[in-house]
């Protein structure tokens, strides 16, 4: 039997690989080079549905990204801000073989953010 997403999901979690589009080219930044450029971003989900994180990515969709709750709808999952509920992303997400994959996608369908992270805890 399969847990259920919001089984899964609690733990900390280490982003190993992301995507990104710029214009019409799709980005790779591969697990070397986030070592090679000190980049991360590890978050740390709690059952309570409560998270933090800390990021150094150079992507302003994440930046703007403050530690706050999350919750899941279907596939998607919407990380809230303590400070300002307004403020809040939705990713569309899957647990696939342990690895955790956050996509985001803009209003004309590119690429925003989708990034494959790896249970550390």
């Given at each position: ?31 070397a080079q986030l ?54 992303v939705e990713f ?30």
């Amino acid at each position: 039997m399969f847990a259920r997403p919001s089984k899964q999901i609690p733990g900390k979690w280490q982003l190993v690989e992301y995507y990104l589009e710029t214009g019409e080219v799709l980005q790779n930044i591969s697990e070397a080079q986030l070592k090679a450029e000190k980049r991360n971003w590890d978050i740390d989900f709690n059952d309570k549905n409560s998270f933090s994180h800390q990021c150094n990515l150079p992507v302003s969709l994440i930046s703007g990204i403050k530690n706050g709750s999350w919750q899941i709808s279907r596939n998607f999952i919407t990380l809230y801000s303590l400070e300002d509920l307004k403020m809040h992303v939705e990713f569309q997400f899957a647990i696939d073989k342990g690895q955790l994959r956050l996509l985001k996608k803009d209003e004309k369908g590119s690429i925003e953010f989708f990034g494959f992270f790896n249970r550390i805890s």
